[in-house]
């Protein structure tokens, strides 16, 4: 009897020891690191997400952006942080599945460093021209003017994505043009209106505001989006091979995270994500729900990541 007490007593002690059952997750706030600037739309959607976790869970999301590198020092601080559940990461497509073909010495693992909770969001690329530059309503018809075109066929980009949609258009229209770099992507918009380069891929957000200075010929995804259900995709438009190529956005901690912490946030997020409300704020920057659990954003993350081992070779990009 007294060998039973004993036992007892250790089971007892130990359930009480136990942070599962000892405490309910999440007690405090937890701290979400972000790739992007404060103000942005990525920024603005975690804190739209974080100010509906905080009415059901009680506890607030604290953003801590960690902007450059392509992501690269957001993932770093997220794969470092302590794994107790309370540091979060707005992982991106660019950091788990691009920049292990984009940057040389990665100072993270996107696979082994981090536990996948869900998906979230996604934001979308169009093809834009200037029309009294360029004056063209199809890809077919931009495809015809640019092989006519005498003289020099440029196309402007400020991001690896936008370099890539660029180079594949580029590789199965056939025609040679020349990218032309931007660090500033306001910049990069002011000479596309004024007409100074003959193409872009651009946020899909600038196809939604009316603007006499810019076209959308078609957006770079699998399927219309929503949101501009005109505007064919460019397999669509008439280049079947293409592959489609957007941004997407989840939830992750590091990979030693304890399980409820995981089990916890990933219903409530990927609620969150399935929301009217959540499409109807989403409609401002030109994105899209993009809901899922852990398995299906592996699977994304993975095929992304192929995806982009195609578009690096494709594009001659190489590892900075």
């Known amino acids: 009897m007294e060998r039973w007490a004993a ?83 707005l992982c991106t497509s660019g950091a788990l599945s691009a920049n292990p073909y984009l940057q040389k010495n990665l100072p993270y693992d ?18 834009m021209v200037n029309p009294e530059k360029t004056p063209v309503t199809s890809v077919a018809e931009l495809t015809q003017f640019l092989k006519a075109k005498k003289g020099r066929i440029s196309f402007g980009y400020f991001s690896a994505s936008m370099q890539a949609l660029a180079e594949q258009y580029r590789h199965l229209a056939g025609f040679e043009a020349s990218p032309v770099a931007y660090r500033n992507p ?10 100074d380069f003959d193409f872009s891929f651009t946020s899909a957000e600038y196809a939604l505001k009316p603007n006499p200075k810019l076209r ?6 699998e399927t219309r989006s929503r949101l501009l259900p005109d505007l064919p ?32 946030l990933a219903p409530i997020v990927t609620e969150i994500a399935e929301r009217d ?23 994304t993350r993975d095929q992304t990541s192929k995806d982009w081992d195609y578009f690096v070779r494709l594009a001659h990009i190489e590892r900075q």
């Open 7 to 89: 036992v007892a007593v250790v089971l007892l002690v130990a359930g009480f020891a136990s942070p599962g059952l000892a405490q309910s997750y999440p007690d405090r706030p937890m701290t979400v690191i972000g790739t992007t600037p404060a103000g942005t739309s990525v920024d603005l959607t975690t804190r739209f997400f974080g100010e509906r976790v905080k009415a059901k869970t009680g506890q607030a999301w604290v953003v801590e952006n960690k902007p450059g590198a392509g992501g690269s020092i957001a993932a770093k601080a997220a794969a470092s942080a302590r794994p107790d559940g309370y540091t979060l990461f």
């Open 110 to 127: 996107p696979v082994k460093d981090f536990a996948l909770i869900a998906r979230l969001f996604r934001l979308d690329f169009t093809l």
């Open 186 to 195: 306001a910049q990069m918009m002011n000479e596309l209106e004024a007409g």
């Open 216 to 221: 959308a010929l078609a957006i770079a995804s």
């Open 233 to 264: 995709t460019m397999a669509e438009a008439g280049l079947p091979k293409s592959l489609p190529l957007y941004s997407w956005f989840g939830l992750c901690m590091p990979s030693a995270a304890p399980d409820v912490a995981r089990e916890t």
């Open 277 to 299: 409300e959540t499409r109807q704020f989403l409609k401002t920057f030109a994105g899209e729900p993009f809901p899922g659990d852990a398995e299906a954003f592996r699977r």
